[in-house]
């Protein structure tokens, strides 16, 4: 199995909504990762997990809250999302973080409109 | 200086001829390389990555890396338009602590039929 999966495939909720976004890998790698992704830019670090634990947090606003239950699992909360943050999220994940085995395998992504 | 720079195209080819899309990096420290194809409304997805000076051939696509340029190239041959994409060049950066994978910013190629 060579695939990430995530969902849901497309969320809208309001400023005032609580939802989470799931991913799942099974190939057995150790480093999972959150991407932002707006129009016509290149994907965009938010967090980075290695073994289960959080290794990167690129300064993301506290509304975005990760977790990561287990090697295979990553999930992102979300809470008091502002219009602004209406993007594509993508979830990727790499044999480990840095070194020679960090080729990053992507998920389809959700696409989240906030009202 | 962006950390890692393409040109953002659009870039159009005739169907059957070579697309080179090119990718320039600023730090000199870098030791993995990755292109990645997006369709539009898709997500990333892995093409080729290289981490050895020269080139490095995958069936119509090859990778050619220069590090002491601090370049690295795709080119794809015998375009199709099912290549129409876009193609982001992606660097691994050592930071304080962590290496880090950068995206540039992406160019746009149009394979016309």
């Known amino acids: 199995d060579t695939e990430v999966t995530q969902t849901p495939k497309h969320l809208v909720m309001g400023m005032t909504n609580k939802k989470s976004l799931k991913c799942e890998q099974h190939?057995?790698?150790?480093?999972m990762y959150w991407y932002k992704q707006k129009a016509k830019k290149p994907p965009e670090l938010m967090f980075v997990y290695s073994y289960e634990k959080l290794s990167i947090n690129e300064s993301v606003p506290s509304r975005f809250s990760p977790e990561c239950p287990n090697s295979s699992l990553l999930n992102l909360h979300l809470h008091a999302l502002q219009p602004e943050d209406s993007a594509l999220y993508l979830c990727?994940?790499?044999?480990?973080?840095?070194?020679?085995?960090?080729?990053?395998?992507f998920g389809p992504g959700t696409r989240l409109t906030v009202l | 200086q962006k950390e890692v720079e393409q040109n953002s195209g659009p870039l159009s080819v005739p169907e059957g001829a070579i697309a080179s899309l090119n990718c320039t990096y600023s730090?000199?420290?870098?030791?993995?390389f990755f292109w990645y194809r997006q369709y539009s409304g898709k997500s990333p997805e892995l093409i080729m990555s290289i981490y050895s000076n020269g080139d490095k051939e995958d069936g119509r696509f090859t990778a050619q890396l220069n590090k002491a340029s601090q370049y690295v190239s795709l080119l794809i041959r015998d375009s199709q338009p099912s290549d129409s994409a876009t193609y982001l060049c992606a660097v691994s950066s050592r930071k304080t602590s962590y290496d880090k994978v950068i995206f540039g910013p992406g160019t746009s190629l149009s394979v016309i039929p």
């Open positions: 190939m057995g790698h150790r480093a």
């Open positions: 730090d000199r420290g870098s030791q993995s």
């Open positions: 990727a994940s790499s044999q480990v973080m840095g070194s020679w085995g960090d080729e990053q395998f």
